[in-house]
């Protein structure tokens, strides 16, 4: 009886052919809708405004900011030409109190890490103007290389008084009050820098991709396509996706454990497919499953169906406990056991408890990885005959992938190629290569920043 409900409950996380062919539909569609619209429903393909890839060659010194869910960085970057970078960063974590308190707040904080920053590299330039190229890793509607206006921002932040201005007078204007001489020459997304950055060491890169507290894509497209871009004519542009958002008519095989994390979220109804799949939500969905099982008695009966107070706050179960539990190859997972005992003073688990935890938390980090090689098969067939030679059996395509999920998640880039060639076939697949994309964030903003501030970009 238990047994059933616990299958029962893992199997959800098990995705059929159908379910994984149903995303790949969906997106694509969305794919192409969103290259004529700004309806908020569909995911929003923002152009990036940025028509042509590094040559490898650029050089010069950018200040770079790189602000995340979780941390901001800021670098010095020295472009040194022949693909070579020198950077100095330095990384900040963002607190609760910044997240969700006034926009002015938390543009100060900036300007005053920034402060810090130009210390330690002790760039002394006194009045003269620096260039700065900035990571937002959040949705804006750019207008041009380095202005957008802030949309609904995810991750839980909830910053007052941002929502519609433009990214780069509220940088600037942070800058000002804090006495800096800093100038926005490029803003862009994280999915674009890592494009842009990884296409500087590995020039066969088509594709962007995050898998870290959130995610999203970027690629390029042709600008004949994106009949809602009234930018300077150009051929091709890089488009951030922004495929978070995706799951408009719900073609998304969401389990009761993601409607719930949804509707508690700070934004229900937002970024449906990141809730699914990304390093913020993996360890809650498994927390979820967690307190359903034990309140049924089907793992943990020790506990007679009472949930402990430490498993019971939302969060509680960070995604890393599962890269731990899935990186143990002992046949009776002991991880498992050190995870509960350590972290929610837990003990007294059984063999069988063991292996369940382990089976559940296998189903949910490996859909993870199912529906990003979906997304990212959505994509390549976006691109494929443009920017990206599927059938060429000559041309080899790179996605670069940064974040914490894809890095750190045992088994991540494995699970998510096996995916690919299933879809692909083995032919194709075998001319995908997922490679991990480092810090694409400051060097990605400080190669656009000096194409930009050169006049190349736009
Ligand atoms: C969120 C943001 C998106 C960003 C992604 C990865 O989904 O909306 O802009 O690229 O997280 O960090």
Redesign the pocket.
Known sequence: MTATFFQDIVQQFVLSKEQVQNIINGLTEELVEGLSTNDPKNITQQPSFITRLPTGKETGLYLAIDM??TNLRTAAVHLLGDGQVGVTMEKHEITQELKTGTGEAMFDWIADCTAALLKTVALDMGNAELQMGVT?????QQTAINRGKV?A???GFNLSDVMGKDLKDLLEDGFTRKGLNVKVSAII???VGTLVSHAYVSPSTKIGV?????????YIERASEVSKYNGPPCDQMIL?T????MGKASYLPQTKYDKQIDAVSLVPGF?EF?KMI?GLYLGELVRLALVDLIEQNAIFEFLGGKVPESLSHRLAFKTLFMSTIESDHTPDHTSVDKVFKTSFGIEGLTSQDRTRVYELVHAVGKRSALMTAAACVALLYKANGASVQLDDPNEITTIGID?SVFEKYPHFSHSMMESMTEILGQERASRIRLELARDGGCIGAALVAMVAHNGGAV
């Open positions: 995340g869910g937002f890793s959040f949705a804006i949309l921002m995810g991750k997304n994280d999915t995050i898998l870290a507290t959130g995610t999203n894509a970027a951030n922004e495929w978070d958002a970024q990141e990304s974040g």
